[in-house]
Structure formats: structure tokens, C-alpha cells
């Protein structure tokens, strides 16, 4: 039972890493501009589904070498894993791709569509979404499975403390590559000098949490500086959904304090709700932030860190009892829920999100799977400018960690966001309009490698 236990507790804690949002850091060799992806059906393997969007066209025959080459025709290894609409990729072999996750969900759903949609697009036979169902021997069981039907290209997404015996298993097939999704593929070991979860056993595709929290967090003090500009910072309350025994997620919460106490509130105005004892969902959100804001009934202006999806939901229902949802605002690093939310019609205290849409999450990870199964780059050659001076791996390795660009869902404009990146990706995932919309409006790529990624 405790195993048990664990092993959902480990998948919930999954759920903060993604949903979808992180720094805004990019690569020094930007991709080219912005190419629209082409949309292409296929058919589910285990329980993905259709993406839609509009027919593929032919690819181009312009003769390219490799997709988003430099000038000269070689390899430009920072964006070999974007998609290049110029490219003819059916000239390869075709691989087969899988999804495999250790616990299904909406959230791994939607990934799976975004998996699904672009396999084709890179030449790749889509073998399926496959959940262990929460059973870590099951998870690995399956990819053995995998392995045996042929499938070379993994997306892997388990309990990340099995991350090792994934690694020991993979190993054994040097034809196979494969890349994580939710959390740091990383191993475990701990120590002086040794980052959070452990040294890097491949490369990583998302956020960093600190940054999260500050993004978050940002945005909240502009909410407060424009909606309430005259109360003094110690009326202002500030609510940070936490899971302190994920260091990950938990890394958010030193990001939102730094940014709250240099915008000029209080430490003794700052509250943790920890969710460990009372559990990683709506209602264990709801009941760990319920008591802190009803104890502390003379703090009428509240700035709520959400954490995920769940967690902020929960916190705008407690200010909704209390009565306080004109006088707060929520902000999480997620999103999918705010905007099921406002296509709903509901707007309360839950007003922002720091956002990254799946279609642009699953690209470079699907990317990569293509880039190492045809030999153009390996895990250690991969993103050479997003390698982090400190953070690489062991014995000799140069894992990259490339980050992802992250925008603010607002209600005003997420709409636009959302359908730009429909366009982007030649997707239908979004039922808004595209009239209006240019794809120089926003930019798959983040700006610059952060300054942290280079040795003091």
C-alpha cells in the first residue's frame, strides 16, 4: 500500500512539472523564421487520438542535406530537431515512435495528441500512447514490449525514480533512443554539488522551476501595481501552493518569494499551503489553503501562487467563499484548466497563466528522437549552446537542457496565442479564429541561453 502510495504521489507530482510553462531563455543560433509546420493524421496506437488540422502537403524537394541547415549545408545542431516545412523527410527510413507514460491522465493525453500529430509530419509511424496505469513494473514491462515490436523512438514519461532502471534497459538496445517529457531524466544520486534529483543520463526539454516561480510571480505584482496601486504592500497577503517533498516543484517557491519580497511585501505576510498531508488535488488544495486565508481574516488583498492547474483552481474557489475574488488574483504556471475555464464562461480570481502549448512542447522532444535515429546528432551533441556548465551529467557527458519560450495566457488575448500556435503547427487543437493572426506574432524559440547555462 505504501508503494502504492508513492508511486501516485510521484506521478502527481509530474503534473506541476509540465503543465506547461518555464524560462525564457533560447538558443544563440535561432531557427529559421518561422516555417508553418504541415498536419497529418494518423491513426491511434494504444489510446491516443486524431489530431486533425489541415492536409500535409507534399514536402519540398529543395534538396536540403538536413532539416534547418546553415548556409553552407551542414548541420546546425541547435535546430536540427525543429521542423523545416523544406525539408523532404520521406527520403528517410521510417521509424516507429512511442509514447509511454506510467500513469494516464488529461494532461499526458493532450501531450500524446501533440505526439501523434507531428509523427507523421517527421516520417515517423505513430505506434502509440501506452500507460502503465500507475504499476512501475508494468512500465518498464511495456517498454520491453515496445522494444520487441519494433518501436526504435521513445517519449518516456515514468515515475521519475525509475529513471536508472529505464537507462539499464535502454542500454541494451544501442538502435533506440529516446527522450523524457514531464521531469529531468536524472539518477537519483545526491550529495555536495550534485543538482536537485541528481546528474542528467540524458538531454531535457522544458523549465526551470526558480524562473517559474518568478514568472508566476511577476505577474502577480502587476496585477496588484494596476488593480490596486494605492494599498500598501502590508495589506497584500501572499498564498504559495507548494508540494515540498518534490525539490523540483518546490524550487518554485523560493522564485515567488524572491520576486514578493523585492516588489515590497511582507515576510511575515508570505504563506506556504503545503499539500504533502493533505494531497496533490482540487480538494487537497482547497483544504490546505482554506485554513490560511480564514485564520487570517484581516488580509482582504490576496496574491496566490498556484503551483498547476489543480491547485489554482482550488485556491480562487476558498477567496471565492471568503468572499474576497475581487480583491485577489491566481496565477499558476499551467493553464490548460484557465482556458477550459474562460471558454466556459468563468472568470473568477484564477486570472493568469505562464504557458507553453503542447504542440510546441512536443516538437523538439520528437525532434531530437528523429535527429539521434537517423545519426545527425547524438544526446551529447545535441543543442551545444544549451549545455550547462554545471549541470551535464557525469563521466564525461554534455547533456543538454533546452529550455522552452513560455507566454501569459490573458483573457484578453489567449485566443490569439493559441490559434497562432495552431498555425504554427499546421494543428487544429484550438477552435478559435486565425483571421488577424501572423505567424511573426510569437516565436517557438526563447531569446537567449540564460546566463546561469556559462561558468562564472
Not at 501572499?238 to 515590497?264: C, Q, W
Not at 488574483?329 to 474562460?342: E, N, T, Y
Request: with cysteine; hydrophobic share 35%; charged share 20%.
Amino acid at each position: 500500500m505504501k508503494k502504492t502510495l508513492a508511486l501516485v504521489l510521484a506521478l502527481l507530482m509530474v503534473l506541476g512539472l509540465c503543465a506547461c510553462a518555464g524560462d525564457t531563455g533560447s538558443t544563440s543560433t535561432p531557427a529559421p523564421a518561422n516555417q508553418p509546420a504541415a498536419s497529418g493524421g494518423s491513426s491511434s496506437g494504444d489510446s491516443g487520438s486524431s489530431s486533425g488540422g489541415s492536409e500535409a502537403p507534399a514536402p519540398a524537394k529543395t534538396g536540403k542535406a538536413y532539416p534547418n541547415c546553415n548556409e553552407d549545408g551542414s548541420i546546425n545542431l541547435d535546430t536540427i530537431a525543429h521542423y523545416d516545412a523544406e525539408y523532404d523527410y520521406t527520403q528517410n527510413e521510417k521509424f516507429k515512435v512511442a509514447y509511454l507514460v506510467q500513469q494516464s491522465g488529461p494532461l499526458y493525453q493532450q501531450s500524446a495528441d501533440a505526439y501523434e500529430h507531428w509523427a507523421p509530419l517527421f516520417n515517423m509511424e505513430w505506434a502509440g500512447f501506452i500507460s502503465a496505469n500507475g504499476d512501475t513494473d508494468m512500465f518498464l514491462t511495456n517498454l520491453q514490449t515496445a522494444i520487441d515490436q519494433g518501436v526504435r523512438g521513445f517519449i518516456l514519461d515514468p515515475d521519475s525514480t525509475i529513471f536508472p532502471s529505464v537507462l539499464a534497459k535502454l542500454q541494451q538496445y544501442p538502435d533506440v533512443f529516446w527522450m523524457s517529457q514531464m521531469s529531468p531524466p536524472r539518477d537519483g544520486a545526491d550529495g555536495e554539488g550534485v543538482p536537485v534529483g541528481g546528474n542528467l543520463i540524458n538531454n531535457y526539454v522544458g523549465f526551470d522551476n526558480v524562473e517559474a516561480g518568478r514568472q508566476v510571480t511577476r505577474k502577480l505584482v502587476e496585477w496588484k501595481n494596476e488593480t490596486y496601486p494605492d494599498v500598501d504592500w502590508s495589506e497584500v497577503g501572499f498564498l504559495m501552493m507548494d508540494y515540498t517533498l518534490s525539490p523540483p516543484l518546490h524550487e518554485r517557491n523560493i522564485g515567488s518569494k524572491e520576486v514578493f519580497l523585492a516588489a515590497g511585501g511582507l515576510e511575515e505576510n508570505y504563506f506556504t499551503a503545503d499539500t504533502v498531508s493533505t494531497s496533490m488535488t482540487m480538494q487537497g488544495g482547497m483544504d490546505a489553503a482554506g485554513p490560511i486565508i480564514s485564520s487570517n481574516s484581516k488580509i482582504k488583498y490576496w496574491l496566490v501562487n498556484g503551483l498547476f492547474d489543480d491547485m489554482a483552481q482550488a485556491a480562487a474557489s476558498i477567496l471565492d467563499q471568503q468572499g474576497l475574488t475581487e480583491t485577489s488574483c491566481v496565477a499558476d504556471f499551467g493553464g490548460s484548466a484557465l482556458q477550459m475555464q474562460w471558454d466556459g464562461g468563468q472568470q473568477d480570481a484564477y486570472r493568469y497563466a505562464i504557458f507553453t502549448a503542447q504542440n510546441l512542447y512536443a516538437e523538439p522532444i520528437i525532434g531530437a528522437v528523429y535527429a539521434f535515429l537517423n545519426g545527425w546528432a547524438t544526446p551529447d551533441s545535441i543543442w551545444p549552446s544549451w549545455i550547462k556548465w554545471d549541470d551535464q551529467g557525469i563521466d564525461g557527458h554534455t547533456y543538454s537542457q533546452l529550455r522552452l519560450p513560455t507566454e501569459p495566457l490573458e483573457y484578453e488575448t489567449y485566443k490569439h496565442y493559441l490559434e497562432w500556435t495552431d498555425m504554427y503547427a499546421h494543428a487544429d487543437a484550438y477552435p478559435y479564429s486565425q483571421e488577424g493572426i501572423s505567424l511573426d506574432d510569437f516565436s517557438p524559440f526563447v531569446d537567449e541561453v540564460p546566463a546561469d547555462y556559462k561558468k562564472p
